[in-house]
């Protein structure tokens, strides 16, 4: 008997160094950590670590509007108590989480020299290669130029806020469009572009699952 404790300590213990694996609190699967994104509990409040740095409790979800959807059941079986958010809550937290996550990232690239703002500057860094252009949703003729068409066909393009917005972060009047040209921001970018995707989807579709005969 006291074998077994030991082993299954032993177990515990090395467990989180074989792998980065997480379980979804959505769909239950064990999967890497890249597809999915970091909740943290504090009382009765669920707050989105998307940049990983919260202490506290946490849980990790797909960035998949079902996983989301189903998030709030999964979270209360996984603390032993009823956690009371709702699907559209969860979705509509994780895009304000994803919105202010790109503000810092955007700051960040900015910092580091690897932003280029506006059209002219962007196109330059895009013949050097940038991996990566944000176009404003309202950005106009500046995202069918040839240069930005290419990016977008590639998938190495995100649309993002307003003109004034995008403009506001960087103290700019307008800014359509700015190219990154840090690879690990810009790949970070397109990863919290999803997950804000996959929240306004929970947001708007979410009040379906909790119809759902299981949960009521
Ligand atoms: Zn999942």
Redesign the pocket.
């Known amino acids: 008997m006291v074998g077994g404790a030991q082993t299954a300590m032993q177990e515990r213990a090395q467990r989180p160094e074989r792998t980065s694996t997480r379980t ?1 609190v ?2 239950a ?1 064990a999967d890497g950590a890249e597809g999915m994104v970091r909740l943290v509990v504090a009382g009765d409040e669920v707050v989105f670590d998307l940049a990983g740095s919260a202490f506290g409790r946490g849980a990790h ?2 960035t ?1 509007p079902d ?1 989301i959807a189903r998030a709030p059941r999964g979270l209360s079986r996984s603390f032993r108590r009823e956690i009371r958010v709702s699907a559209p809550e969860l979705g509509a937290a994780l895009v304000a989480a994803a919105d202010r996550r790109i503000c810092g990232l955007l700051l960040a690239a900015r910092r580091l020299r690897a932003l280029a703002v506006g059209a002219a500057a962007a196109k330059d860094a895009i013949g050097r290669g940038a991996p990566l252009v944000v176009v404003a949703s309202d950005a106009g003729s500046v995202a069918s130029t040839l240069e930005v068409t290419r990016m977008i066909e590639a998938g190495s393009a995100i649309a993002w806020s307003t003109k004034g917005e995008l403009g506001a972060l960087l103290g700019e009047q307008s800014v359509a469009i700015c190219a990154v040209v840090h690879p690990g921001i810009a790949e970070e970018l397109v990863k919290t572009r999803a997950a804000a995707d996959a929240g306004a989807t929970t947001a708007k579709d979410g009040a379906g699952w909790n119809r759902s005969p299981e949960a009521r």
């Open positions: 979804c959505g769909c699967t979800v797909h998949r996983c």
